[in-house]
Each structure stands twice: as C-alpha cells, then as structure tokens.
C-alpha cells in the first residue's frame, strides 16, 4: 500500500514536471534567488503596474492670490490688525491696496470705514523698511465716535476729539523693536504728533501739530 502511494506522488510529480518544463525543485539555486529577489524575472510589461511613488505635497496657493501672481519673496511686510486677526500684504513693487487697507483700518466692534490719511501709511512702511520688519502691528487706526465715546465711558484715555475719529492717526508697532526706539525714530523723521507708550508697547502718530509725549 505505501509503495503505492509513494507511485502515485511520483507520477504526479512527474506530470507536473512536464507540464511546466521550467519549474525548478525546492533545492535548486534559481528558486533561492527568486525569493531574494521577489521581483526577479518579470517582464518590463509586469513591472509597469507596480504603484507609481506619489510626488510630495506641496503648499497650496489659490488661483488670483497676490501670492501666485508675484511670490511671498516679493513681499515687503505686512499690516497686520491685532483686533480683526487679518493682514493685508504690502509687495515691494506695487500699488497700494486702498481698499484693502480701509477695510482692514474699520473700526472694531462697528465696522465703520473711513479713509486713512495718505502721509500716516507712509510713514508706517517707511518705518517698517528702516527697522526690516516684516510685519506691522496695527493697534488702532480708525475709531469710529460711538467707539471713542463708549472707550471714555470704560475710562479709558481718549481724547474726546481723536483724531482716530478722523482717519488721521494710527497705533501700532513692530516686532521685536521697542517703542521708545520707535518713537525716537518717528520723531526725527515724521512731521506730525508722536506718542509713545512704552508698558502697552506701541506708538501713537497722527497728522496733527508737531508734539511728542509719553504715555502708559
């Protein structure tokens, strides 16, 4: 009976053999290097539909942004509203964006526009380029009267005819350059009022009469 069985799987292995001329036995060198080399002996037809290696992402950039019309190298600086968390992109070569910037200047907690006095953006940038800041703070710029009333009624220190009611002052800083050397530089090189507020750290400039102080 085990003669038997030993004929039988001798005779399939035969069968097998001669079906598939090149399979080779368990033993020999061609079937070691094939498990070496899982990807030994296929064709260039075979190897195509391995999956493809996906390229690494890159940054998104939007159609019609200013960053993919120009690049965020020819960005000078940017104002920034510390309120309303948005900033608007000041390029080296370029117009001003107005209405951007009016609309990032609106008064907080009304949202009432009002154009910003030319000479006041200037200087702003004229700053920002003297200290190589690449970015501007902007602490305050148009106030609106119902603003400026309800911040007295807080007890807070404003002028009662602000010029902040006019869009003619602005409130900001620079990172990493302290007020008072802010405020000694605009002083020597701005014509109009300049305020310095050393603990709250910014400075105050408005188109007024030439005058400096201190504030808290």
């Not at 960005?75 to 951007?100: M, Q, W």
């Not at 190589?132 to 009662?160: E, I, Q």
């Amino acid at each position: 009976m085990e003669g038997e069985i030993t004929g039988r799987i001798l005779g399939a292995l035969l069968l097998a053999a001669a079906a598939f001329p090149g399979l080779a036995r368990a033993g020999d060198d061609e079937v070691c290097d094939s498990a070496a080399d899982p990807m030994a002996g296929l064709s260039d037809e075979e190897e195509v539909t391995r999956p493809a290696v996906r390229p690494p992402k890159r940054d998104k950039v939007y159609p019609g942004s200013p960053d993919a019309r120009r690049g965020y190298e020819n960005i000078a600086t940017t104002i920034f509203s510390v309120h309303e968390r948005e900033g608007v992109p000041i390029f080296e070569k370029g117009t001003l964006p107005i209405a951007a910037l009016e609309s990032l200047f609106r008064c907080r907690g009304f949202g009432e526009r009002h154009t910003i006095d030319a000479r006041l953006v200037e200087t702003v940038l004229a700053a920002a380029a003297e200290f190589k800041a690449r970015r501007v703070n902007v602490v305050s710029a148009y106030r609106s009267p119902k603003l400026n009333d309800a911040l007295a009624k807080k007890g807070r220190r404003v002028a009662a005819e602000s010029r902040h009611t006019q869009g003619e002052a602005i409130d900001f800083n620079l990172p990493d350059v302290p007020a008072a050397r802010l405020g000694a530089w605009l002083w020597d090189h701005f014509e109009g009022g300049v305020g310095v507020y050393v603990r709250d750290d910014f400075v105050h400039i408005d188109v007024g009469p030439r005058r400096r102080w201190k504030g808290r």
